[in-house]
């Protein structure tokens, strides 16, 4: 039985096509989106942020067909006034409803090309949809998240999505792991700063995708039985997410790496 | 339901007991494996390896009499020929059980002292109790942990305990930073060889205890309530425990650290 | 003797002054820029970037009283137009001469508060100061150290000045954490595409100064003799950043941590 | 000219032969004691350690005949009481001389094969070279550092070679990667006790040869000019170390890679 008076965020749905391995990994890490929202809307309530309804509109009917609640609101992470607003119209669609767990789920600037190719405005979308999306994000997230710790049924959580890039600056993908380095950054800050206040800050490391073909993998080898892609396979992820937000204050991991067992690392 | 056809094993059950903060570290993994049996016994038949039986007696008796099932065996991690013999045992107490869970959570060789004042026995101390022990314990888990791949309820798991001391190098902590560097290299190396014929093999870091007083802070922050201890703390890090067992072969995780919410790191 | 047809650019000189640990750090920064200057200019003529003039002209000076050769170029390092048009100015100041060794050794966005209290224009900063910057200086100096590999004296060289920020996001410390995360993404993948073609790139992490009092104990410990500052403490660093540029390229360093010997880490 | 007063050491000279890139690997670090003590006798009489006479008799004749002065002792690093021995040599060898810079470069325990077919001796092997090795080096060579703080030419030196595999546990490589973590281990713990006390300890991590073709793409590619192997190369690594022997106190580095510049990392 779900919750009413406390909800879930997460930003970061879209839909995500195509056939390279990065566009695999952006897919995946939009899927994961949807997983996770699935399994929050479990306990909570769940807002989705995406910058378009028909990114977030099937996960909402899926939900609520599975007796969930679940909101979908338009805004591009990188807009500060758009994010803001959107926190503004939760307070109208949920109100006197608190904020359990926010998971920020945003990628941007996958050019994968030589350094002397890259364009300065592929290195400012990789930075706008990392640090700086992230940013506007957790300064409306946190301070609802503070408010929530003397009552939340599990530590208040803002999870963060990483991958390989995040921890590894691999050839041709300088600008997507420049991105993903100063995010994990923040979260690491954040993490130091706010987990002493009962607020639990984490950072998840989907591993593979980047100069490895995790999509192509995680398609063939993973999410496979008989040859058949499992739907169930990134649902796997979200079980790790829902841990991480259920974690006593005693025992907060900070960072975790995800990978399918499959994969080289 | 516990189910009967499997069952854990936790090597590394003791009664530590001490004043400094680096002791209250050993009682603290100590609990941690009364912990973890408990949490196992929910699910499985638990074996419980001890240096002597005065170590898992009370913890025996603790999960029979909350109707689970577990049986000590006494054998010191160190000594192969025991921990060979103790694997033997079980085959007779639990005929036809298979290994789901194995749990590496033996220490040794906390000498905190100069380096010149360390004597070559106490940094053998901790190279026998962390990669020697854990070497003997693997070999003799992980064939078990591959049978049992095909029919085990979760991924068949080797879950070993690592410290701060597993990833920094403390001044006057050489000694036991050897060990516990060490036991993750095999940890890593196990991972990268089992992952991908369906063993999930992976390393807690339990931060504090080392150059912090973890200890103390332990007992005076986190297991507190009003003023009182709470026995439930350590419990919350084996649900991280349970947790990488259940995790789905599409979502294993390598590593991850757990910490109280006050440890500053 | 230096050779008239290889120059070194540094980019980062300034004057920064203060009290607080943070501002000594920034400090030690800008001091680093002067030695890196001196060092190199035994070898070669060297162009100083600064976004002033006063920022420069007592190297300048400092270096042609010694018989070398050194000319300022007033730029911000966050200024595309400004860094662009600084390297065509080098063209005619230098004619003929090939770069052999770029440093970048900028900062920005030292904010310490708390998160909530952080500006968006304070991570913008640190962004700007750090990935973006180095981003627009590595656009022009990778292409002029490509054209000198078959004949610079030592291998073309791309050295990039990090701190402890930027491995460890502190509390407090996150934007400029993110910045300095940021930047050692870029130099990684930079090393990885660019080494193979015989440009070294390498990442010196100056350990201190962000959640230590490295200015202060800089000042007290390290570049004193008998109560007296030494001026040639910081000088030492600038010898670390000359060897990476004269390593063979049969054993190329990517990263190397520096920190004065009395530094707690 | 070398200073008569003070003497360097160099443990793990020997032969290494093999076809393997494993086996090349280790030839290298063989190698590299070679380049090391040919470095280290430009300035002070070099004392070489090795198991076998024929391992240094021929790079003794090398330095002498350059003009330098060198000794070559028989003792098994894995030895206490032999390693013990060569040190009481060493004053009569070189009377009133004082211990400037010591290089533990030893190896062994490289089994390369699946965990469950290792022997609990190739694990020791590998422990006995690296930590155990290492801690009876040190503690015979960190006294005599020590004594030689006030008058060394350059901060007295500890300098520890480490692989790839002191970073990384690949699969196969399980038992060389628990030896090579342990050192790296206690290398962190001496630099944090030992650097204030004006002792440099440094580790340097030669990248390549574990799970990548270092051995060959050494020959292959590195050690290379129009097709013929330049004997040259490695000496290009015993730079560094002298580089580390030389920082001045102020900027200690603690950590170092090196690598050829076509290495994949």
Redesign the interface.
């Given at each position: 039985m779900a919750s009413k008076s406390f909800y879930a965020i997460i930003s970061g749905v879209g839909s995500g096509t195509g056939q390279s391995p990065i566009y695999a990994c952006i897919s995946a890490q939009l899927e994961l989106s949807r997983s996770a929202a699935i399994r929050f809307a479990k306990a909570y309530p769940v807002v989705l942020l995406a910058r378009k309804p028909e990114s977030y509109n099937s996960i909402v009917d899926e939900i609520r067909e599975a007796g969930g609640q679940a909101f979908g609101l338009t805004a591009d992470a990188t807009d500060?006034a758009a994010v803001n607003a959107a926190f503004e119209t939760i307070k109208k669609v949920l109100p006197g409803s608190k904020l359990a767990a926010a998971v920020y789920n945003v990628n941007g600037g996958f050019a994968r090309k030589?350094?002397?190719e890259?364009k300065?405005e592929e290195?400012?979308a990789s930075?706008d949809a990392a640090?700086?999306g992230f940013?506007?994000f957790?300064?409306k997230a946190?301070?609802l998240l503070l408010e929530s710790v003397p009552e939340s049924p599990h530590?208040p959580s803002l999870i963060i999505t990483g991958a390989t890039?995040s921890i590894?600056?691999?050839?041709?993908?300088?600008?997507f792991?420049?991105?993903?380095?100063?995010?994990?950054?923040?979260?690491?800050?954040?993490a130091?700063?706010?987990?002493?206040k009962?607020v639990?800050v984490s950072h998840a490391i989907i591993d593979g995708g980047i100069d490895t073909p995790w999509g192509k993998d995680f398609v063939a080898n993973?999410?496979v039985e008989d040859g058949k892609i499992s739907p169930d396979?990134?649902v796997?992820?979200a079980?790790?997410y829902w841990?991480l937000h259920?974690?006593?204050?005693?025992?907060?991991?900070?960072?975790?790496?995800?990978?399918?067992?499959?994969?080289?690392?």
């Open positions: 500060e030589p350094f002397l890259l300065r290195l400012d930075l640090p700086k940013f506007t957790a300064q946190l301070p530590p890039a590894k600056g691999s050839a041709l993908f300088g600008s792991a420049a991105g993903k380095f100063a995010l994990r950054a923040l979260g690491q800050s954040l130091r700063e706010f987990g002493p009962g639990h993973n999410g396979a990134l796997k992820i079980e790790t841990h259920t974690q006593h204050r005693s025992a907060f991991t900070q960072e975790v790496d995800i990978r399918p067992y499959v994969e080289r690392f």
